[in-house]
Structures are given as structure tokens and as C-alpha cells.
Nanobody, 122 residues
Framework: QVQLVESGGGLVQAGGSLRLSCAAS????????MGWFRQAPGKEREFVAG????????YYTDSVKGRFSISGDNANNTVYLQMNSLKPGDTAVYYC???????????????WGQGTQVTVSS
């Protein structure tokens, strides 16, 4: 069992930055690949970024490449999502999730946090 708790969301102006954190407890953090997803009102939940168990591989959806960066800190059981050059279209609830093998599909993730709201104003 893994418990995930996100933090770091908030309101920011377009062009600004936020760093989301996802603290994990329970099973060994390094046993899982981690992903960040987001869901805007009326839209499907979508993959944003992922990092492999080793931390050696990262993946991003096209719309955030070059602006967002995912990283992991195994010593502190925490994964981060650094978000720069934010746009109003990035407004959503952001969720972190854990899976055995990295995937872009939400159905492949077994553990989810409660989500943190990110709002980008124009």
C-alpha cells in the first residue's frame, strides 16, 4: 500500500512558475514509477509527466515539453513537478500516481493522491 499526498498548487499569473510535490509513504518509494496527471473541468484526466523507478527516464506530454520537469528524491520519498512558463490552459487539478511500470495511461496506476488545484490567470 502507498499513500500519496500532493502539495504546492495555487493561483499564479500566466508566465509564472509553481513546484508541485508528492510525498509518498508506505511501500518503498523506489519500487514505483511515478506519474503526474491533470484534469480540467469537463475534460478527461490526462497524463502530464512520468519518471521511471530508477529515475533514469522521464516522459512528458507534448504540451508541457520544455516547460515542465519531473524529478524524484528517493531519500525523501518525494516526486516533484516543476512547472515554468505556465499558461491558462494548464489550469487543472493535478494528481500524482504510482505504478509498477511507467505508463501514460491512468488505468495503469494503482495509487493516487487527492489532487492539488493549479489555477493560471491570464
Amino acid at each position: 500500500q502507498v499513500q500519496l499526498v500532493e502539495s504546492g498548487g495555487g493561483l499564479v499569473q500566466a508566465g509564472g512558475s509553481l513546484r508541485l510535490s508528492c510525498a509518498a509513504s508506505g511501500r518503498t518509494f523506489s519500487s514505483f514509477a511515478m506519474g503526474w496527471f491533470r484534469q480540467a473541468p469537463g475534460k478527461e484526466r490526462e497524463f502530464v509527466a512520468g519518471i521511471s523507478r530508477s529515475g533514469g527516464s522521464t516522459y512528458y506530454t507534448d504540451s508541457v515539453k520544455g516547460r515542465f520537469s519531473i524529478s524524484g528524491d528517493n531519500a525523501n520519498n518525494t516526486v516533484y513537478l516543476q512547472m515554468n512558463s505556465l499558461k491558462p490552459g494548464d489550469t487543472a487539478v493535478y494528481y500524482c500516481a504510482a505504478t509498477v511500470v511507467i505508463s501514460t495511461r491512468s488505468v495503469d496506476y494503482s495509487y493516487w493522491g487527492q489532487g492539488t488545484q493549479v489555477t493560471v490567470s491570464s
